[in-house]
């Protein structure tokens, strides 16, 4: 739709409704004080050019008629619009919020695979700890002692750590190798 450049009614492409008819009801005002005044008018002139005003002045009224249901159906179209444009925002919003906990989600991913990282390499450590008799002797001071019990404890909490049914061997003596 556009607005009519003449009266700035909205039009819908055709003519304004509003101008023709103020148009033909100029046109007619004219045409009677032309001929008023050229020469005396009949009352039957008269009378057919009261109801040509009569017709215009109709014609105006269901323009403007018109020009009210286009107004009243334009407010309407633009409330709906306006609530569609809400809408939109919250669901522009509602992404916002979808897009940062995906962003959260992948950062603690990628903690818990640095995690995964780190446990594996200890993990090695300590399988590697394991195989290595010089660490698993029978002590025979205290400081060794204290030594390969902190070592067991060690190893007890990775393997705990990796696996949460063994949390329990945490606390328990380790059994000795020798």
């Known amino acids: 739709m556009s607005d009519c450049p003449d009266c700035g009614y909205p039009r819908n492409g055709l003519e304004c409704g509003m101008c023709s008819a103020l148009k033909e009801r100029d046109e007619a005002r004219a045409e009677v004080k032309r001929l008023e005044g050229c020469f005396a008018l009949s009352a039957e002139t008269k009378l057919a050019l009261q109801r040509e005003r009569d017709e215009a002045r109709a014609e105006a ?3 403007e008629a018109l020009r009210d249901g286009q ?13 569609r444009a809400a809408a939109l925002e919250s669901e522009e919003e509602s992404y916002a ?7 959260q989600l992948d950062e603690a991913r990628a903690v818990g695979n640095e995690a995964r990282s780190v446990l594996c ?11 290595d ?3 698993w002797f029978r002590a025979e001071t205290a400081t060794e002692a204290y030594l390969q019990h902190a070592l067991r404890r ?15 061997a945490i606390h328990a003596e380790p059994e000795d190798k020798s």
């Open 61 to 63: 009224a269901k323009a």
């Open 71 to 83: 107004n009243s159906a334009l407010k309407k179209l633009e409330a709906a619009l306006k609530e």
């Open 97 to 103: 919020q979808y897009l940062e906990a995906a962003k």
């Open 121 to 131: 390499f200890a993990r090695a450590i300590m399988d590697e700890q394991a195989e």
């Open 133 to 135: 008799e010089g660490l």
């Open 154 to 168: 060690l190893h007890a909490a990775i393997e705990g750590f990796a696996e949460p049914a063994a949390g329990a």
